[in-house]
């Protein structure tokens, strides 16, 4: 009886073992028009909107596109092993977003090395080349920004910075647009900074503890929207009327938008978040094609002011994101 | 002469003990034994410490908004952190609490701003959810025998997965007047986050202390097979616990969607941790029997303080990470060297 077990079982070991073998070898060789895409985790509606764009872009050029994200937001192995079984199952490229920029540079290379094209979207991918990165120039834009506060805030103003997570590159890019211009026009303003993981509670508190400690501040300025709602949160909390401080938006998410028809938000430094998808997988069919795909392709950024507010949100179909109030 | 030689050792040790004895400890020995008998004492102690390390470091620190808004950002943690008290007090754990939160959120959030239902009647619906989640959790833990550890672990996905389902994955912005005002409103000048934490570990802890299911609890956390033999239907109140922690984290909801002024399947990712990392600064043990529940606020507000500090001294989020993490680790520590060294003292 036990002889048999250890037989059985020594089979099933070789099967499995050579199962795996095989695996890797009948890697790229997946038929068909399948593009791969991996998202942070579609949990902040500018998300929704760039994962639109994706899907948008595959069925225009009829290619199938699988759509996987990490089960926990930011998680980063969640990220890596989604990457490993798009790998597996032979897609033709792989469009991601990368929850940390130098995490995801090993199962890149991996799939680079085997010939999978992999486009970085709106976060870039350090450590390692990519086919081509589509984003919002984050520092140009933020840039945009800094030179808005700077036309609107007062030579020895006092404003709050809500940042995202340091550790992407999006992060970083955001916060250093800002400061540099800042700094450059109103140097005499001072800045108070709140460092997050792109948590809106996070970036609530944040504003509730600098706001209470420096009463003086008048402008919240934010690097995603995410920051904007918990910042108004924090006012309306403090009783604040909308308009006593101003805030300053960037991804033109719906609901910052909605909160900037209200009276909360002035302004906001849109991405084209549809866009970033839409030409993320464009390129990524693209590549799969064998066709030559730029190394940057910019997708742009839109200041909205409550006077082109309108227009924005027509032109860029967002009606159906608004909230029916 | 003859007197003193009469004295043998035994007799002299003896009758100098006994002068021993009669002189009373010295106070710092005595002050020391009580302070050891105060569940969570390394909360306090690190509370007071950091209380003056921070107001000498931040002149924002020793302000009454600032004190204020401590209080305020505690609470659901708190809140989180009372339910969990009674899990853990009876060998349980319960990892999905704080998806159990955001589901209870989204569910609310959905019905009052979405279907336009009466808030009052969404709230009430909210609270049953949660509860429903705690009986689940309840009955395959007692019932079905499962660790808790894993049912918890599985419902942490699950919930939250369908709280983001319930909400197609989109943020509720704009929270009814209700949920608002439990949020962000105050009675008397004092905000609604602090009356009710304060009004819910009133509630709990008489619960624990006067009633016949707080004393089961200790009973079936010390010694579970032997409180089966006592007759104590221990199935029934392991139950009762875990629907106490389904309606902390409903109660809890409500709270922060009134706070945040919006709802979504993200919300209170993580939160799990900081309710055990509270429950167990407060001194009560994960292996159950033992704590209380006030400690468990002192451990919330310790978490906070530091959050706190680090915001209005700009340290980055890593740092703060790494200080909490020190400081569970610290706490426990001391927590442990506290209870070895009082049971050391009382052993005859």
């Known amino acids: ?325 | 002469m003859n007197n003193k030689k009469m004295h043998t050792f035994k007799e002299t040790v003896i009758e100098a003990s006994e002068k021993a004895q009669q002189k009373s400890p010295p106070f710092l020995v005595m002050f020391t034994e009580k302070l050891s008998h105060i569940q969570g004492v390394s909360a306090i102690m690190g509370i007071v410490v950091l209380f003056i390390v921070l107001s000498i470091l931040s002149p924002y620190f020793l302000t009454i908004g600032n004190l204020r808004n401590i209080l305020v950002q505690m609470a659901v943690v708190a809140l989180l952190g009372a339910g969990m008290t009674f899990v853990i007090l009876t060998s349980g754990i319960d990892l999905s609490i704080a998806a159990n939160l955001a589901l209870v959120g989204t569910t609310i959030g959905v019905l009052t701003v979405h279907v336009g239902v009466y808030p009052v009647l969404g709230i009430f619906i909210g609270l049953c959810v949660g509860s429903a989640v705690g009986v689940f959790n309840g009955v395959l833990v007692s019932k079905a025998g499962l660790p808790a550890l894993i049912v918890t672990l599985g419902g942490l996905t699950l919930w939250r997965g369908l709280a983001f389902q319930v909400t197609s994955g989109y943020d509720i912005s704009g929270m009814v007047p209700i949920i608002s005002f439990i949020g962000r409103g105050d009675i008397l000048k004092i905000p609604m986050p602090i009356i009710i934490m304060f009004v819910y570990y009133g509630i709990t802890s008489w619960v624990l202390k006067n009633t016949k299911l707080g004393r089961y609890v200790y009973a079936i956390g010390s010694n579970e097979e032997a409180a089966r033999r006592a007759g104590i239907n221990v199935s029934r109140y392991k139950i009762g616990v875990y629907i106490i922690g389904g309606f902390s984290a409903g109660l809890a909801a409500m709270v922060l969607i009134g706070r945040l002024d919006s709802s979504g399947g993200k919300i209170a990712t993580g939160w799990e941790l900081d309710a055990i990392a509270a429950v167990v600064l407060g001194g009560t043990s994960l292996l159950g029997g033992r704590g209380n529940i006030w400690g468990s606020l002192f451990g919330a507000l310790l978490m906070t303080m530091i959050r706190n500090g680090m915001n209005l001294l700009g340290i980055s989020p890593f740092i703060q990470m790494i200080t909490l993490g020190l400081v569970i680790i610290g706490a426990v520590w001391i927590d442990m060297i506290r209870v070895r060294g009082f049971k050391r003292s009382h052993r005859d």
């Open chain 1, 1 to 325: 009886m036990k002889r048999i077990l250890f037989c059985v079982s020594t089979c099933v070991m070789v099967l499995f073992v050579a199962s795996i073998g095989f695996a890797e070898g009948s890697a790229s060789k997946g038929a068909g028009k399948v593009i791969g895409y991996i998202t942070k985790s579609a949990s902040n509606q500018g998300w929704i909107l760039i994962n639109q764009g994706a899907s948008d872009a595959a069925a225009g050029a009829g290619y199938a596109l699988i759509t996987l994200g990490p089960a926990q937001q930011g998680s980063l192995t969640g990220q890596l092993n989604a990457m490993e079984d798009m790998i597996t199952r032979g897609v033709q490229a792989i469009a991601i977003a990368p929850v940390d920029s130098s995490g995801v540079a090993p199962a890149v290379t991996k799939a680079m090395k085997k010939g999978i094209p992999v486009i970085a979207v709106d976060t870039a991918v350090e450590g390692t080349k990519v086919t081509s990165f589509v984003a919002t120039d984050n520092l140009a834009a933020a840039k945009v920004q800094g030179n808005w506060v700077a036309d609107h805030v007062a030579d020895n103003g006092e404003i709050i910075l809500v940042n995202g997570l340091i550790a992407q590159s999006t992060g970083r890019d955001r916060r250093d647009g800002f400061l540099a211009t800042i700094k450059k026009r109103k140097p005499n303003v001072k800045v108070y900074q709140v460092s997050t993981k792109w948590g809106q509670e996070e970036a609530q508190n944040g504003v509730e503890d600098l706001l209470q400690a420096h009463p003086k501040v008048s402008f919240v300025v934010c690097a995603w929207d995410g920051a904007t709602m918990g910042a108004i949160a924090a006012l309306k909390g403090k009783g604040y009327a909308p308009g006593k401080i101003t805030i300053v938006g960037f991804d033109g998410a719906p609901n910052a938008l909605q909160a900037m028809r209200e009276g909360w938000v002035q302004a906001d430094v849109a991405q084209m978040l549809y866009q970033e998808g839409y030409q993320g997988i464009k390129a990524a069919i693209k590549a799969a094609q064998g066709q030559k795909v730029p190394e940057r392709i910019d997708t742009g950024n839109t200041l909205v002011t409550p006077d082109n507010i309108e227009k924005f949100i027509k032109d860029n179909k967002l009606d159906v994101f608004m909230s029916k109030k």
